[in-house]
């Protein structure tokens, strides 16, 4: 007669297979966390990649300009800050309309999706029911680009988000579908 082994917490016959949850299910698709099955993002309004560099464009003009004065009277050392300024205008002439193109939301049955970033990714779950309101804001360049932000609050301050670069009219339906939602979902507590 051989021994059986009992099974015990540490035996890989035991261990029961983990119960996915319909959040889990939404977010593990074919393309990883970022790109969940099912799920259709919508993208953040263009005019944000030129809000962005209107905030950043004069300030290393500025920078540029204050570099190639002196390189002129001075020496001709400070042309140096002159290229630099320059080159990382151009660095963020690529770069900011990229960020914005990988911007976007997604409603799901329970939960909003955003997710942002090109090296970085960064996907954000935010249930409904923890919502407890949804502001819209909108900034003079924002005002004058017709794009505003939808800023979520919870009760968690790590789980408040901001959809920035949305059309008005679409920022205003996307704050009321969030207030609703998180109305009907807070009702059942």
């Given at each position: 007669m051989t021994a059986q082994p009992i099974p015990g917490p540490a035996d890989p016959r035991r261990a029961a297979a983990p119960r996915?949850?319909?959040?889990?299910?939404?977010?593990?698709?074919?393309?990883?966390?970022?790109?969940?099955?099912?799920?259709?993002?919508?993208?953040?309004?263009?005019?944000?990649?030129?809000?962005?560099?209107?905030?950043?464009?004069?300030?290393?003009?500025?920078?540029?300009?204050?570099?190639?004065?002196?390189?002129?009277?001075?020496?001709?050392?400070?042309?140096?800050?002159?290229?630099?300024?320059i080159?990382?205008?151009?660095?963020?002439?690529?770069?900011?309309?990229?960020?914005?193109?990988?911007?976007?939301?997604?409603?799901?049955?329970?939960?909003?999706l955003w997710r942002k970033g090109i090296m970085w990714r960064r996907m954000s779950v935010i249930p409904y029911g923890r919502m407890q309101f949804v502001d819209t804001s909108q900034g003079p360049i924002a005002r004058r680009m017709g794009i505003a932000e939808v800023k979520l609050h919870t009760a968690s301050a790590t789980t408040d988000a901001t959809i920035n670069g949305l059309p008005v009219a679409e920022a205003e339906r996307?704050?009321?579908?969030?207030?609703?939602?998180?109305?009907e979902r807070m009702a059942g507590l």
């Open positions: 996915p949850s319909r959040l889990t299910d939404a977010v593990s698709g074919a393309g990883g966390p970022f790109s969940p099955r099912g799920i259709s993002f919508s993208p953040v309004s263009p005019s944000l990649a030129t809000a962005r560099l209107m905030a950043v464009v004069p300030l290393l003009l500025l920078l540029a300009g204050g570099f190639a004065v002196p390189a002129i009277l001075v020496s001709p050392w400070f042309w140096a800050g002159t290229g630099v300024a080159l990382l205008l151009a660095w963020l002439a690529w770069l900011i309309p990229r960020q914005v193109r990988a911007m976007g939301y997604a409603l799901a049955g329970e939960h909003l996307l704050r009321q579908i969030l207030a609703e939602r998180g109305e």
